[in-house]
């Protein structure tokens, strides 16, 4: 059965996001720096990563990261749910909300959510296009968007992106998660864009400190709890059945 995050952590994360959210958006042109590279190494800040090769040129980038205190394929099984539709976001659903998203973020492994393949597309926003998966390696990495999330043209001079979840295993009992990020320089240096790149990193910084923190959070409990192994395999056992 599907489990979802409960009224209390749904509020008193709501309130956090609420809180810091204004709070990066302000002090955003000091912490920038530090922000970009969060919770990261200099070596995983100085790696070419294989999703940066999805956007040609110059880069922006940036590395945020999380130890786990699983295994890799354990943090996969939460990873490759991602989506809204799937999943959710593991962030701030309160926040998701106000700008109408209508995620819900679910608390188990789904069995019905662990295909994921080239080509597939995850949504961010029901009105919005989809960001497509480049390439994945299961437990290792999924690296979405590059040219197919639209490539610069005349008519349409928005900057090729991608973005990317790697699983990195420290032994065998632990992992680090890493998010990276890689954008091309505006095209269009008009005001409002060079705005509206300004707002979106912060923004991006908020809703991905929280995913991280989210996925450790259920990826380490998932350690201690013997049921949630039994309600995966029970699922998988009736997915089975029903192919």
């Known amino acids: 059965m599907t489990k979802h995050r409960s009224r209390l952590r749904f509020v008193l994360e709501g309130l956090e996001g609420?809180?810091?959210?204004?709070?990066?958006?302000?002090?955003?042109?000091?912490?920038?720096?530090?922000?970009?590279?969060?919770g990261s190494l200099p070596a995983e800040r100085a790696r070419i990563w294989p999703g940066d090769r999805l956007v040609a040129g110059q880069q922006k980038t940036y590395v945020r990261a999380i130890v786990i205190a699983a295994p890799a394929a354990r943090v996969w099984r939460w990873v490759v749910q991602f989506g809204l539709g799937r999943a959710g976001f593991?962030?701030?659903?309160?926040?998701?909300?106000?700008?109408?998203?209508?995620?819900?973020?679910?608390?188990?492994?789904?069995?019905?959510?662990?295909?994921?393949?080239?080509?597939d597309e995850i949504?961010?926003?029901?009105?919005?296009?989809?960001?497509?998966?480049?390439?994945?390696?299961?437990?290792?990495?999924?690296?979405?968007?590059?040219?197919?999330?639209?490539?610069?043209?005349a008519a349409s001079p928005d900057p090729t992106r991608s973005w990317s979840i790697y699983i990195e295993p420290t032994d065998e009992a632990s992992c680090r998660l890493v998010l990276r990020g890689c954008l091309e320089p505006l095209r269009d240096r008009s005001l409002a864009k060079r705005f509206g790149r300004a707002l979106e990193s912060p923004i991006d910084f908020v809703m991905e400190q929280r995913m991280l923190r989210t996925i450790k959070r259920l990826a380490e409990r998932e350690r201690s709890s013997p049921m949630q192994n039994e309600d995966v395999n029970k699922n998988q056992d009736e997915s089975h059945r029903a192919t």
Do not use: M
């Open 123 to 153: 949504l961010l926003h029901p009105k919005a296009p989809g960001i497509p998966v480049r390439e994945i390696e299961e437990p290792r990495r999924i690296c979405f968007g590059g040219e197919a999330a639209g490539a610069s043209t």
């Open 18 to 38: 609420l809180v810091v959210l204004p709070a990066f958006l302000l002090t955003w042109p000091v912490s920038k720096r530090w922000l970009d590279n969060w």
């Open 90 to 119: 593991y962030s701030y659903e309160l926040l998701e909300r106000l700008v109408g998203i209508p995620v819900t973020n679910v608390e188990n492994i789904e069995a019905r959510l662990q295909s994921l393949t080239v080509a």
